[in-house]
């Protein structure tokens, strides 16, 4: 991300200022600018509901090294999720590469895999649960469910029971269920969540702020 610097409104400070004071304000300014644009993309994530983790994905960085000031001194803004960022930035349309259809986990399925990679019909542990069957609706999504699955207490999904469907003897449970584990859909158009265009804006603004307060700071004035 690039951050545009503008500070031909504060004109008459800059140039009273010494070739040293503005290196410094200058410096100093993008420093503290760095982790605020970074803060504020992470609350954009945050606000979305879409985890710490994915928000934690945004770094800073400024340059020079601290000790060094520079008139061109910069700071890199960028995340370790760039596809998801993307992906959510623009509200695309996603569909299959290379089936028809995209399988959806519900809150049923388990997190990973057979191979521990993220779950999908291709590995879904079918020795744990049972084989997955498609039950396709003329309304709404169609489905990848599967049949006899154990039910702990408050609904929670355990395992398939291999005794007919029936829970064993002792076992923690109060039933057995069909249990939808995927949602089967042609296309998913993902909603704008994130505004990286805007955050750029903000970081302009933030930069000059700093710089010049920097450079009052630096004049005896606050």
């Known amino acids: 991300m690039r951050i545009g610097v503008d500070v031909s409104r504060d004109l008459r400070k800059v140039m009273k200022a010494t070739s040293d004071e503005l290196e410094r304000a200058v410096t100093q300014g993008i420093r503290e600018t760095s982790p605020q644009v970074k803060e504020h993309l992470r609350a954009q994530v945050r606000n979305a509901g879409m985890g710490k983790r994915l928000a934690n994905s945004w770094r800073g960085k400024a340059y020079p090294k601290a000790g060094v000031n520079s008139f061109n001194a910069s700071a890199l803004i960028w ?40 779950i999908s019909p291709s590995n879904f542990p079918v020795s744990r649960y049972g084989k997955l069957r498609l039950v396709r609706r003329t309304r709404g999504a169609s489905l990848l469910v599967v049949d006899g699955v154990g039910i702990k207490a408050g609904g929670k999904v355990s395992r398939q029971r291999k005794n007919g469907g029936r829970l064993k003897n002792g076992a923690y449970g109060r039933g057995v269920a069909t249990v939808p584990m995927f949602f089967i859909v042609r296309q998913v158009k993902l909603e704008k969540r994130f505004d990286v265009e805007e955050a750029e804006r903000y970081g302009a603004r933030v930069a000059v702020h700093n710089i010049i307060r920097n450079l009052r700071v630096r004049n005896g004035r606050k």
């Open 79 to 118: 995340t370790k999720a760039p596809k998801i960022v993307d992906a959510f930035d623009k509200g695309v349309l996603i569909r299959g590469k290379k089936t028809f259809a995209l399988a959806i986990p519900t809150d049923n399925a388990p997190k990973k895999g057979v191979d521990g990679k993220r």
